[in-house]
Structure formats: structure tokens, C-alpha cells
């Protein structure tokens, strides 16, 4: 079985890589997490103008790199070129450690590649990427150890039916939201992951409710982005299978030390 699908796991996912520490959705950051020991890793992909599936989870490029406009106006070599590690700073603009240290935007063959046998949880932030991330997923014969997920409800749908590990759609969120809410038990699932935030905008989201419904039907919960250590062990103590973070150092530490916890010979 998939780790990510254990229902009775207790994971810690590097959300975007280490990205507290190194620029996000880049190699360097997610070599950095699994380094650290990270049970997986979380990015995200979108599709150049040339169709090449490529890590970012900005529509735009300024956020992160020395580029600029949109992701899908650029192609695969435009870039290439980029500073993927220019904008990163870890002390509000004194210092950008990553500045010319030959960081780039890796493509998604590239990554599923570089870590071979690593679980990974994949966001697909446009529709049109779907398509083309699910076919580069099948040429790294990657289907088995990834689980796809999107906030798209286009792309969720082009997702449906093609055999992939896939985490619950926003349309599944919301009604297990109100099934947790009213005590209504959960239905029968489509999905084999249920992804959720502690908070959403000014709401509090009822994890621990969503994690026993869920538990019944066999099928594992993972909370995004949690980088406070008390929110990670209530929500461990709760449940919860599995947690992305930005910080996955912090988080194994805190995971490795809880009641219960496996010995890293009982984790390999």
C-alpha cells in the first residue's frame, strides 16, 4: 500500500519541499526535505507554452524568480533560464542566499526522477496540466506512489476515473464539512485522501471530526500547511495520517518523540 493511503499512519509530507529553509518547488528544496527524512513530498505543477509540465504554484513568476507574466506564456527554455532561487529570503530582504546558485524550475519528469521511489502528493494547479501531468507521471512509471489532488473542479474531473490515487475534490470537502458538522455519516468515497487546512480563511475547519468519519470508510487525512508545533501534535493526537509542512525538520522531530511513534528502523 501507498504510505500516503494508510489510514493508520503518521506522516510528515515536505510541503513544496523544505521551504521554510530553501526556495519552494524547487530541486534544491526537496532534496532538502527528504534529507531531512520526509515521509514524501507535496508540489505543485503547471504547463509552459510548449506543454512541458513544470514545477510553480504561482499563475505568475514574480513571487519566486527574476522572471516575470504569466507561467503558460513562457516556454520550457524561457524558463530555464530563471533565477528560481532569486527571490528567497529568509531575514526580509537582507540577504538572498540562493541568488545565482544556479536554482531553476525543474519539470515534473525531472522530479519524479531525481527521487525514484518516494511517495509524492501532487497539486495541479490548472486544468490544462492535467493531461500532460498524468501522462509524464505513466513515462517515470510513477502512477503507484503518487497521489494527485486540485482545487480545480475541471481538472478534479479529468482526474476521476483514470486510476489514480486522488485526495478529495473542494465539492467533497464542503459536503464532509457539513456531514461533520450535522453528525451525518460519510458517504461512499471516490477518492483515497482527504487533504484539509486547520483553518480556512476565518473558519475554523473540524479536522478531527473529518478524520473519524473518514476512518470508517478506510481513508486517510492530511492537513495542510501546519508549521506550529502544538497544531501538529493536536492534530496527530487526533488522527491525523499525515502533515505537509514547510518545516518538515521541526515536524519530524516533534512526530519522532510523541507516544507511539515508530523507531526509524519500524520506518524504512
Known sequence: MLSLLDPSARLVIAHRGNSMHAPEDTLESLRQGVSLGADGIEFDVRLSADGVPVLMHDPTLERTTDGSGLVGAHTL??????????RFTRDGGVTYPYRGQGVRIP???????????LPCIIEIKAPEATVPAMRVIDQCAARERVLIGSFSAEAHALLEGQEFHITASKRDVTRLFWRAVLGIPAGTPTYQ????????KWLRVPVLRFVRLLRRRGIPTHCWTVNDPAVARRLWA??????????PGTMIALRDHLPGAPSAVERR
Not at 519539470?107 to 521511489?117: I, K, N, Q, S
Not at 485522501?193 to 480556512?200: I, K, T
Not at 487526533?238 to 518545516?247: F, K, T
Open 77 to 86: 527554455a524561457q524558463l530555464r533560464k530563471l533565477d528560481a532561487g532569486y
Open 238 to 247: 487526533g488522527g491525523v495520517n499525515a502533515i505537509l509542512s514547510d518545516d
Open 193 to 200: 485522501a482527504c487533504s484539509v487546512p486547520p483553518r480556512w
Open 107 to 117: 519539470t515534473l519528469a525531472e522530479v519524479l526522477d531525481a527521487f525514484p521511489a
